[in-house]
């Protein structure tokens, strides 16, 4: 038997409550104090607000094949370390995520690292192409049992191919993501089109690109009636849209990440590729509307987009550097940050757009649950009085791409549960607790 | 001035300097024996990533006449595009003991990226860097146009802007490098530019550019500008649905003979190089009294020559970059 007591979590950032985990299971919750385990490990939580385990829909692990970038067991031990219990693992790996092989491959490597579940993206069309549909059935009845399908890194633009798999993922419950960038509209693009560009010389990546196909991706949803996630909402422009599509009933979610809630295009200007990312980061005015959206519910949940690279990868000028930034140690930070400590949302808030909703959108069983008597033990102590200064060569993730570099954010991960078992002590991994090949 | 890497960071007292030096440095170039000893001992590379000829010769003419060693790399053909050789390229020279670093890049910022990473601590000069700046090139222009304007004043050129001064900058400014260095350069200075191109070939963005913006050249014309500055158009362009027809482009934004006889008497015609005859120029503007291209090519010697002396001297100054 392994048996936890966590003394006085003020859950959900409310009331000083007492919770005992035991084999897996949350098996009591009671007044702050009031409990007693014999046998049970005590956590003292005064001062830490107890979540429900985080859940990332939008992660890049890289393995197969960008084992130099990250690996399952890399990526998970930086989710465990960020709060998460679960992530959407993305399928532009190599090779691509596209048959029930990859993805239970890349399940299996999920389950022997044993730090957070590891649901697998299946690509929507073979090798990312945007030319055949993958098949989404073989993925979506493997051991992976796969629900969320996405070419992520590409946009489906073709929108035949995208209205059939729109239409054929209703016959498992999946939900196709999108990653909105209109092809011919940002060929060769580089950065946000705007006064940032035209003065830098860089060509640009225009707001209309994404806007346009998520106009028609959600009329296409409401047409064929299907589920539709859209994949990191960069601008204020999608955001109108969504909240249209939303009012009409389009069964449509929707994500950002924590980088478009905090990072502008102004970052550009010294030509750092460690502020380069795709979709690119914004101005001003986007940040506040995707703020606002998040508080208002127009966007449902925190995708991390975590795109570890190697540091070749960005030590180069800006046009030849990878684009993405790592992001699942610094999620829950920036959103303290950007949105508790501005009054925008609780923290009741911050479970249900980092572990509820995501959970539900990717059909995670097991995951983003109340904690409730009963329920499984996931959860993440967080220290909102914490501050850290953000050191990317502390972090667990092989990329030292975060654009946090040096950064002053509030708010630290002390202690993580999953499945019952104690991830991250004290804010570090802990090692015992996994199956995990030691030496990785 | 550490470095040189745009316009838009260089103050107009600096600006200003690197003229008034450039003047000096052009009775050199009038002498017999065209050489200084200023900077014997030290090493300029030309860091050419892109090929451009005209450029190099320019800056090596410069190096040379103030009695520096000169090496000539040229990296185009290579896998530089490849990002970590410019690292790679950049350490080498650090090694090799590279005083100043000419650069030439296709990428915008390549520049900038040589100048704030520790790779290499030499002085960076930005000699272009894809669509986003050439400064020599703007500050050879300007150099061109306030002796003109001292001319007709009948003073000396030394110590002053290009205050009062109207220039018109025509083509493609979307992809001109040398378009978004003089905006900047010249604002700097005291004169008063418009742009004037197709809208295709304008960046989004440019309404906080310190210039007017024009879609017809003939208004633009008909408001009496000092100088005209005809950039260069590729003709590809085309292909990428910025303008429908060469014919088209020539007709509604070439300089062509009907539109030299809208300019004023003393208006002077300029243009980077190489030129497109028949397309944004004629060869009736081209060849025409007004016409300073080769001023500006012996003025691009001077101008190069003051920026390697100033960044190399080490004479303080305001962040020239
Ligand atoms: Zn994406």
């Given amino acids: 038997m392994s048996a936890y007591l966590i003394r006085n979590a003020a859950l959900l950032g409310e009331e000083p409550t007492d919770l005992l985990l035991v084999d897996g299971i949350i098996t009591t919750v009671a007044a702050g104090g009031s409990l007693e385990a014999p046998g049970a490990e005590v956590i003292d939580a005064v001062g830490l607000v107890a979540l429900p385990g985080l859940v990332d829909p939008h992660t890049h692990l890289r393995e197969p094949g960008r084992e130099d970038a990250e690996t399952v067991e890399t990526g998970t031990r930086a989710a465990a370390k960020g709060g998460y219990t679960a992530v959407a693992a993305m399928a532009n790996s190599l090779p691509v995520a596209d048959t029930a092989g990859v993805v239970e491959q890349v399940w299996g490597l999920g389950r022997e690292s044993g730090w957070v579940d590891v649901h697998p993206v299946g690509a929507v069309t073979v090798g990312l192409e945007g030319k055949a549909l993958a098949e989404l059935g073989a993925m979506a009845e493997s051991r992976a049992q796969v629900r969320m399908f996405s070419d992520d890194g590409h946009c489906v633009s073709d929108p035949v191919l995208m209205r059939r798999a729109l239409e054929y993922v209703k016959a498992y419950d999946g939900v196709v993501a999108q990653h909105a960038q209109e092809p011919r509209l940002t060929e060769g693009a580089q950065m946000n089109e705007g006064i940032v560009s035209a003065e830098l010389g860089l060509p640009g990546w225009p707001a209309v690109a994404e806007e346009a196909i998520i106009a028609r991706d959600v009329l296409l949803t409401e047409h064929v009636g299907s589920r539709l996630h859209v994949c990191h909402v960069s601008t204020a422009g999608s955001v109108e849209i969504l909240r249209w599509a939303k009012a009409r009933g389009v069964n449509v979610t929707a994500e950002v990440t924590p980088h478009h809630l905090l990072l502008t295009d102004e970052l550009v200007r010294e030509y750092d590729p460690v502020y380069k990312v795709n979709p690119p980061l914004r101005t001003a005015a986007d940040v506040e509307a995707l703020r606002a959206a998040v508080a208002d519910g127009t966007i449902d949940c925190i995708g991390t987009d975590h795109a570890p690279h190697p540091t070749e990868a960005k030590e180069c000028e800006w046009a030849a550097a990878a684009m993405g930034m790592t992001g699942l140690e610094t999620a829950l930070p920036v959103v303290q940050h950007a949105l508790v400590e501005t009054g925008l949302i609780t923290w009741a808030d911050v479970a249900r757009i980092m572990s509820a909703t995501p959970a539900t959108i990717a059909r995670m069983e097991g995951q983003g649950r109340p904690l409730a008597e009963g329920e499984p033990a996931n959860l993440t102590l967080v220290d909102p009085a914490a501050t850290t200064i953000v050191n990317p060569d502390t972090h667990a993730t092989k990329g030292r791409n975060s654009p946090y570099r040096g950064m002053s954010l509030p708010g630290a991960v002390r202690h993580v549960f999953f499945q019952g078992k104690q991830t991250v002590r004290a804010g570090e991994l802990v090692h015992s607790s996994t199956a995990a090949k030691a030496e990785a | ?321």
């Fill in chain 2, 1 to 321: 001035m550490r470095h040189l890497l745009d316009t838009v960071h260089l103050s107009r007292e600096d600006a200003i300097r690197i003229l008034d030096v450039a003047e000096t440095m052009s009775d050199v170039s009038g002498r017999e024996v065209k050489k200084l000893p200023a900077l014997r001992g030290r090493t300029v590379v030309n860091l050419f990533f892109e090929d451009s000829t005209r450029t190099r010769i320019s800056f090596e003419a410069a190096a040379k006449r103030l009695s520096a060693d000169v090496i000539n790399f040229s990296a185009k053909g290579s896998s530089v595009s490849k990002g970590e050789s410019l690292k790679d390229t950049a350490q080498t020279l650090q090694a090799i003991g590279a005083d100043a670093v000419v650069i030439r890049h296709p990428a915008s910022g390549a520049a900038q990226r040589l100048a704030r990473t520790d790779w290499i601590d030499a002085a960076i000069v930005n000699a272009g860097d894809g669509t986003h700046a050439h400064p020599t090139q703007a500050l050879l222009d300007a150099l061109t146009l306030r002796r003109e304007l001292a001319a007709r004043a009948g003073v000396e050129p030394t110590g002053r802007g290009l205050d009062g001064a109207r220039v018109v900058i025509v083509g493609d400014v979307l992809h001109s490098r040398v378009a978004r260095s003089d905006v900047w350069l010249m604002h700097t200075l005291g004169a008063r530019v418009t742009l004037v191109a197709p809208p295709t070939l304008l960046p989004v963005g440019i309404e906080t550019w310190p210039c007017d913006v024009e879609y017809d050249l003939d208004n633009a014309l008909a408001t009496g500008p000092d100088a005209v500055m005809m950039l260069r158009v590729q003709a590809e362009r085309m292909h990428g649905a910025f303008f429908p027809s060469v014919a088209e482009y020539s007709r509604r934004w070439g300089l062509n003979e009907a539109r030299l006889g809208l300019l004023t008497p003393e208006a002077i015609i300029m243009h980077p190089g190489p030129m497109n005859r028949g397309l944004e120029i004629s060869a009736a503007a081209a060849d025409s009294p007004r016409s300073r291209v080769l001023a500006q090519v012996a003025n691009g010697v001077a101008v190069r020559m003051a920026v390697l002396y100033l960044v190399l001297s080490g004479a303080p100054s305001t962040e020239g970059a």
